[in-house]
């Protein structure tokens, strides 16, 4: 018969491994009762950063304006970029986004419209500028934004105006031409489509979003998931509410709103451009001073005759200013011609474009300048 083989542990073995059992749970309990005293600092500031904010805010000649004040907020994440450590510095521009949104409800809450549904890619731009703790209104159309703002129902709206990948939002284009609203800030989001479901790829039959979305990872669906038929929604938030009630569907959406509606990532990052980004104009009325680091936006006619554009553009040349985005609509009604949007960096205060739009004026049938506004970076 084989010897078994003898599992005893010695006696100076039990001993170090119970003394090792002892080091860690005094060294976890010496843990505990620091991250208890440190939470109760961390609340103890948090208040009084909230409270002071809080009280500089009602000082200030115009309260109202300080509610929505961009310039100041970039200031403050550039500070907190250069001091991120541990801590990711999205998570703690998220923290601080969120005392500065509760801190400013105190005086009051900043009315904002949006393309809704919760947790759409405007959703989340919106969250990014105002917080949550600002009324966040979800509406059904771009045109709805805009109109929610011109009636004074929100002081704020925030609707999408141009993707790197597709280009142009025509409808929010259009409204500009409708309303006399301005854009008085920008949100750039890169955008991160996910295939979300409940049920693993090979059985998806359908995939829902929204037409743009569905676009933007067109290749991808297209060699990785041939046998799927795609549906466009209105809204990739409405895909992942489908994904969640029909067997065998699935939603191209971002990840929060896998997290919202309870759906897997089936697969990360399906986009085919990897640089996508989403840029969001906030509209409303107000006029914001130059940073130095502004974008202008314009709209402009010029008579439909053959050089008057080519000369238009010329002015930013002569200026020296970069011209960054042009778009064109025909006109409405029986008159020939066209409606240009632009987009080029500097403030309508600066001397340059001044000078420049000065010289605009004097060739176009019509001139609108609807905003200059801080420039943003994308955030991820």
Known sequence: ?????????????????????????????????????LDRELVKRLHERAKLTTEYLSLLPDPQRALYDPVADDVLWNQLEKQSGALPFAALRGIYRELLSASRRAIKASRVAYLGPQFSYTHLAAIERFGKWSDLIPVNTIAAVFEEVNRGHAEYGIVPIENSTDGRIVDTLDMFTRMPLRICGEVQIAVNH????????????????KPQALSQCRDWLSRNMPQSRLIEVTSTSTAAQ???EKPGAAAVASRQAGIEYDLPVVAASIQDNEENVTRFAVIGDDVLASTGSDRTAILLQVPHRPGSLADA?????????????????????????YLFFLDFEGHSSDTRTKRALGDLGQQAIRLEILGSYPRSEPLG
């Open 1 to 37: 018969m084989a010897k078994k083989k003898s599992t005893n542990i010695k006696p100076r073995e039990k001993s170090a491994t119970k003394s090792r059992s002892r080091r860690s749970s005094k060294s976890l309990g010496s843990l505990q009762s620091k991250l208890k005293k």
């Open 194 to 209: 996910n295939l979300l479901a409940r049920c693993v790829r090979s059985e998806i039959a359908e995939i829902y979003s």
């Open 242 to 244: 489908l994904a969640r």
């Open 313 to 337: 553009i010329g002015v930013f040349k002569k200026n020296k200013l970069n011209l960054t985005w042009i778009e064109s609509f025909p006109l409405r009604g029986p008159e020939s011609g």
